[in-house]
């Protein structure tokens, strides 16, 4: 709060246009997850309202918006459907269980940012990135396309052609217009034309009313969200159900908000707090539980228009949350008349410009195990969702790394005046490298006296510790002498600990390599 009313004046015009548009495309975003969740559209609008006002105030990336989404919402629909089925008979059940399970969602991602479990996402590699940033560009472009639609079905093609024609003068009006001035929103602008030609060119068109009608609700107009204790069995099985769906839910909403953080760090040259972000993620949904929101995290399409627009302060956010609850309590006969058109034209801007051109341009000259994740990410974000391509990114980047680890592991081989042979070792020492490293030693040729130098190696994990000893072993049972050299202090600890003679075989140097591992910036020694 202090560092919104501190910037206050800082880019503030932009922040609070920027907010405006944004909210005027969260409308339609928010009733079409709530409908996908088979909840009332008015639940969605809460979520989107609360969940964006906390974050904007509290969280750790300024500029970025949040919101419910529809990755979120494809979990929900089985959570809610379930809940039904649980309380056969009582109204909405499914909806209470789904306030319970956000609160226990909320817990778990303030845990991770207590944890400072935030800074994993540095552990995502680029091509993820952008696999991340292409599947999810085709993911907003194909939930459009359900616009164009009634019943399952496609438009009449008179009114198709209506509405195509209104996008592309969305997206006409939002090209062009940077290119004459800056100082006002192209999207916002494009909104208003659009809408003014509708409504006094009597243009018969879908509109956020037919839209919301037509997804089960009346309308957008509603009161303040109410305190309400989610009225569910406080028992056991009542946890083991809603836990996991809290855990995927959880999961699934960290991981898109901090890549989306990631994401917009990147564009605005600047960056966010991951763990920040997850505190505030996760205050969001607790108050959606216990005030009737549906929930949410960040929102990459929202974002982009955010950023794209000009917003890069907190007061964007705060702004297109307080418009959001202005529409649902006094602006609702107006925004309803906004063609949805218009909102479709500023997403598919979106899509335009969250899509990784350059990917087509360097996927022949990057490494063909990056290319292929990156195509893999893009592939299964669509098919599946975010969480599961990301997991699958990092695992398939993290077995590639490995196996070119694996191959770097070296042994110098020299003798010493006194006739001691001394491997020097380079190269990281893990389970993928180890068969390596034991193919370096010729037991059988050596001297009595044997050095193995660690000055150039790192012995990354227990495997490493356990090839070490079991060289050891061998040379010893063989009645030859051996040394170790140059020990980071973690492994001479381990391999203490693992028995006690080798502190006479360990030798202690002035000059022992030290590590040091990064943590939000500062150095820790390992």
């Known amino acids: 709060m202090f560092e919104l009313i501190k910037n206050k004046t800082k880019n503030a015009k932009n922040d609070i246009l920027s907010g405006i548009t944004v909210a005027l495309a969260l409308v339609p975003e928010a009733v079409a997850f709530a409908f996908v969740a088979d909840i009332d559209p008015l639940i969605g609008l809460y979520g989107a309202f609360m969940v964006g006002l906390v974050t904007a105030l509290f969280g750790g990336r300024p500029g970025m918006i949040s919101g419910a989404t529809g990755a979120l919402a494809v979990v929900m629909v089985s959570l809610v459907k379930e809940g039904n089925d649980m309380m056969p008979g009582v109204e909405s059940a499914g909806v209470q269980y789904l306030f319970a399970t956000l609160v226990v969602m909320g817990l778990l991602q303030m845990a991770a940012g207590v944890f400072k479990l935030g800074k994993f996402v540095r552990l995502i590699p680029h091509p993820v990135m952008l696999g991340f940033v292409n599947g999810l560009a085709i993911v907003i472009f194909l939930s459009q396309l359900g616009m164009f639609k009634m019943g399952g079905e496609w438009l009449p093609t008179s009114d198709l052609m209506t509405m195509l024609g209104l996008v592309a003068v969305t997206m006409g009006i939002m090209f062009g217009l940077p290119k004459l001035t800056s100082k006002v929103p192209a999207g916002l602008v494009a909104i208003v034309a659009v809408s003014l030609i509708v409504i006094f060119g009597g243009i018969d068109t879908a509109t956020v009313q037919s839209f919301v009608q037509a997804s089960g609700g009346e309308g957008i107009k509603g009161g303040l969200p109410s305190f309400m204790i989610p009225q569910i069995p406080l028992t056991w099985e009542t946890l083991v159900f809603i836990f996991p769906y809290a855990l995927i839910l959880a999961a699934i909403g960290l991981i898109e908000s901090l ?262 910036g500062v150095g820790i020694q390992g």
């Open 259 to 520: 890549m989306t953080l990631t994401l917009i760090d990147e564009i605005t040259e600047t960056r966010g707090s991951s763990n920040r972000e997850c505190i505030a993620q996760g205050g969001a949904n607790i108050l959606n539980g216990f005030f009737g929101g549906m929930g949410g995290c960040a929102m990459i399409g929202q974002s982009m228009i955010n950023v794209n627009s000009g917003g890069r302060g907190r007061l964007s956010g705060v702004v297109a949350a307080l418009m959001l609850l202005s529409f649902i309590l006094f602006l609702s006969p107006y925004i309803e008349q906004i063609p949805i058109a218009a909102l479709v034209g500023v997403m598919f801007m979106v899509v335009i410009g969250t899509f990784a051109w350059s990917s087509f341009r360097i996927l022949h000259k990057i490494p063909l195990a990056d290319a292929f994740v990156l195509v893999l990410v893009s592939g299964v974000t669509v098919i599946f969702d975010l969480a599961i391509a990301v997991v699958c990114g990092v695992i398939v980047s993290a077995l590639v790394f490995a196996w070119q680890n694996a191959t770097k592991i070296r042994a110098r081989k020299t003798i010493k005046e006194d006739g001691t042979k001394v491997y020097e070792i380079w190269g990281p020492l893990f389970f993928g490298s180890v068969t390596g490293f034991n193919s370096k030693f010729t037991l059988s040729e050596d001297p009595d006296k044997v050095e193995i130098d660690f000055i150039d190696s790192k012995v990354s994990d227990h495997s490493g510790v356990e090839a070490i000893q079991n060289i050891v072993n061998k040379y010893e049972e063989a009645g030859k002498s051996l040394k170790l050299k140059h020990l980071s202090p973690d492994c001479k600890n381990i391999l203490m600990k693992a028995n006690p003679k080798f502190e006479e075989i360990i030798l202690s140097d002035v000059d022992d390599p030290r590590y040091y591992v990064m943590a939000e």
